[in-house]
C-alpha cells in the first residue's frame, strides 16, 4: 500500500492505554496436560470481555522476577495440584496485568487480546517507510530500533542522509490514534507545519508528514538519550522493557538537575499552552536532553490521536479533565522520578520519600496527593511561582517561534474539546463502575450479612405468621370420632380504643398525641362481651 493511500474502511482505532484484566475462569485436561481457561476484560464493561488459553507464550518475559508457581512432573493432573498451581497463575497474571510497563508490551497485548494485535506492525512500518523513500532518495535507513519505544503502533529507525553519511537521524512512524479528531486535511497541515517550530527547550523536527492513516517524522538521533535513560542509567537504542522494567540502580537526580530541568519543562508547556497547541504526552521518555537543556519530544502525537502514556492513571480522577491538567499531572510524574530515580507504587501518593528539598515535596503534594486529585491540578504558572523553581536562572536566549495560523487554531481548539470530552466520558465510566462495585462489595460483606440475619430474625419474631391459639380452649382427644367434632369458632375481635385525631402533618405532634393516649387508657371504658364455649364435647 503506497504511502499516501488511503487505509481501509472501517479501521478500528483502538485504545491500547485502557487495562486488560484477566481472571482464570476453570481448567480441563487435554491429552498430558492442564490447560486454564482465562476471561480477558478490556476497561469497566463486563460485555467487552472474551475467553483465551494457553500461558506458553506469557512465560518469555524475562524482564522482571515474576511469581510463576513451579510445575510438576509426576502428579500434575491431580486435582490439588491442579488447582494450587490455578492460584499461582492467577498471581502471576494479576502482576502482569497491573504492571504499568509490562501491561503495554506486545507480547502481553497479544496474549490478552489476539483479535486485536494479531498484525506485525514492524512489517507494516517497513512497507509505510519504503514507499516513502521512493518519493524521498535522499535518506537511507542504516538500522531498526526495535522496540526502544513502549507504543505498540509506533516503530523506529536509525537513519543518514545519503550525502551526509556521518550525520545519524531516528524516523520515527505511527498509527493513527483513538483521539484523532483533525480533519485529514488539517492533520496533514498541522503535522508539516511542526518543522517550523522553534523553541529552545522543543527538540527540533528535520521532516515531517501524514495521511490518512498514519505519520513519519523524522528528528535527529541523540547519542545521550532521553531523560529516562539519565535517570536510569540505560543506553538510547536498548529495548524499552530492558531499560526501564527492572533498573539494576535507583537513584534520583541532584537537586539542581531537578530544578532547572523542571522549569525548563514547565515553561515548554505554558508555551504550548498560551498557543492552543494540544499536548498531554510528557513523560520522562519524552524529553531529549541537549547538555544541560531539556526539549520535549513528540508533539505530533496528539495531532494524530495517540493515547497518552500516564492515561490509564489520570482517567480515575475526574477533576483531571483538561488536557493542561493532564500536562500537570504527568509532569508530576516526571518530578517523582527525577528526585526518587522510579515512578510512583501508586497514585494518589500517601507519604513522600525524603527529599532533596522540602520545596520539591511541595510541588509534588501539590499533583500527587488525594486531595490534590479531588480538587484539581494546579496551573502551570502557579508552579512556576513556586520556591523550587521560581529562582532558577534560565539563560537560553533563542526566541521561541511557532506561528499557527487563525483557521488551523480552531480546528485544534475543536479538536482538543473532542479529546477532553472523551476523557470525561470514560471517567465517567469509571467512576460509576467503581461506585457499584463498593456497593456490591459492601453488600455482600460478612458484617452486611450478619445484619441482615440479625434484622431477619427480628421481623420473624415480631410478625403474625403463626396461627393464634386460646389458652384456655382444651386440645381434644384423639379419637375415631373425632371428625365429627365442630371446630372451635374463631376468637371474637378485640374491642377499638377511643380514638384520638392525630394530625398527619407534624409527626411530632403526632407521637405526643399517641403517647397521650396511651397514658390516658382506662380499662374500665371497655364494652364487655359475652362469650359462648362451644369447644367442651357433645354427646347426642
Not at 8 to 30: F, H, N, R, W
Not at 330 to 345: A, K
Request: include cysteine; charge should be positive.
Amino acid at each position: 500500500m503506497a504511502f499516501m493511500e488511503k487505509p481501509p474502511a472501517g479501521k478500528v482505532l483502538l485504545d491500547d492505554t485502557v487495562p486488560l484484566t484477566a481472571q482464570i475462569e476453570a481448567s480441563q485436561s487435554l491429552h498430558s496436560h492442564t490447560e486454564y481457561i482465562i476471561r480477558v476484560q478490556r476497561g469497566v464493561s463486563t460485555e467487552n470481555s472474551w475467553q483465551v488459553s494457553n500461558f506458553s507464550s506469557l512465560f518469555k518475559i524475562s524482564a522482571l522476577s515474576l511469581p510463576l508457581p513451579p510445575k510438576k512432573l509426576i502428579g500434575n493432573m491431580e486435582r490439588e495440584f491442579i488447582a494450587e498451581r490455578q492460584k499461582g497463575l492467577q498471581a502471576y497474571l494479576d502482576v502482569i496485568t497491573t504492571h504499568h510497563i509490562l501491561s503495554n508490551c506486545e507480547l502481553v497485548k497479544k496474549f490478552l487480546d489476539p483479535n486485536s494485535y494479531s498484525v506485525n506492525y514492524t512489517e507494516i512500518a517497513l512497507q509505510h517507510v519504503s514507499m516513502f523513500f521512493r518519493s524521498e532518495p535522499k535518506w537511507e535507513v542504516v538500522e531498526p530500533l526495535k522496540d526502544i519505544g513502549w507504543r505498540i503502533r509506533k516503530k523506529y529507525f536509525l537513519m543518514k542522509i545519503k550525502n551526509q553519511p556521518k550525520e545519524r537521524l531516528v524516523l520515527s512512524w505511527a498509527d493513527l490514534g483513538p483521539d484523532k479528531y483533525l480533519s485529514d486535511r488539517d492533520l496533514q497541515y498541522a503535522v508539516k507545519l511542526l518543522s517550523s517550530c522553534s523553541h529552545p527547550y522543543i527538540y527540533k523536527i528535520t521532516f515531517a508528514t501524514a495521511n490518512e492513516s498514519s505519520a513519519l517524522v523524522i528528528r535527529p538521533f541523540s547519542e545521550k538519550g532521553t531523560l529516562k535513560d539519565l535517570i536510569y542509567k540505560a543506553k538510547p537504542k536498548d529495548p524499552f522493557l530492558k531499560k526501564y522494567c527492572n533498573p539494576k540502580k535507583i537513584q534520583g537526580l541532584e537537586l539542581q538537575q531537578i530544578k532547572t530541568y523542571g522549569r525548563q519543562i514547565l515553561e515548554v508547556l505554558k508555551f504550548l499552552h498560551e498557543k492552543g497547541f494540544p499536548y498531554g504526552h510528557l513523560h520522562s521518555a519524552n524529553v531529549m536532553l541537549d547538555g544541560d537543556t531539556c526539549k520535549l519530544l513528540d508533539l505530533e502525537n496528539s495531532l494524530l490521536g495517540l493515547p497518552s502514556f500516564y492515561r490509564s492513571y489520570f482517567s480515575q480522577f475526574r477533576k483531571i479533565n483538561t488536557l493542561e491538567g493532564v500536562d500537570v499531572h504527568c509532569f508530576g510524574h516526571l518530578l517523582y522520578e527525577m528526585t526518587y530515580g522510579r515512578p510512583p507504587d501508586t497514585i494518589p501518593v500517601e507519604s513522600f520519600p525524603p527529599a532533596p528539598s522540602v520545596f520539591v515535596v511541595s510541588v509534588l503534594e501539590s499533583i500527587l496527593t488525594c486531595e490534590a486529585l479531588k480538587n484539581g491540578m494546579p496551573a502551570v504558572s502557579r508552579l512556576l511561582q513556586m520556591p523550587l523553581f521560581s529562582d532558577v536562572l534560565l539563560t537560553n536566549s533563542e526566541k521561541p517561534q511557532f506561528k499557527i495560523p487563525t483557521k488551523l487554531k480552531e480546528a485544534l481548539k475543536i479538536s482538543k474539546e473532542c479529546i477532553e470530552k472523551r476523557l470525561t466520558e470514560e471517567q465517567k465510566l469509571i467512576h460509576q463502575h467503581r461506585r457499584l462495585t463498593r456497593a456490591q462489595s459492601h453488600h455482600g460483606s460478612e458484617e452486611e450479612k450478619k445484619k441482615r440475619k440479625i434484622l431477619a430474625r427480628k421481623v420473624t419474631g415480631s410478625g403474625a405468621s403463626s396461627p393464634l391459639t386460646s389458652p384456655s380452649s382444651p386440645t381434644p382427644p384423639s379419637t375415631a370420632g373425632a371428625s365429627s367434632i365442630p371446630p372451635a369458632p374463631p376468637l371474637p375481635p378485640a374491642a377499638p380504643a377511643p380514638s384520638t385525631e392525630v394530625p398527619t402533618s407534624r409527626p411530632d405532634a403526632s407521637r405526643g398525641a399517641l403517647l397521650s393516649s396511651i397514658q390516658n387508657f382506662q380499662k374500665g371504658t371497655l364494652k364487655k362481651t359475652q362469650t359462648c364455649d362451644y369447644s367442651a364435647p357433645r354427646i347426642s
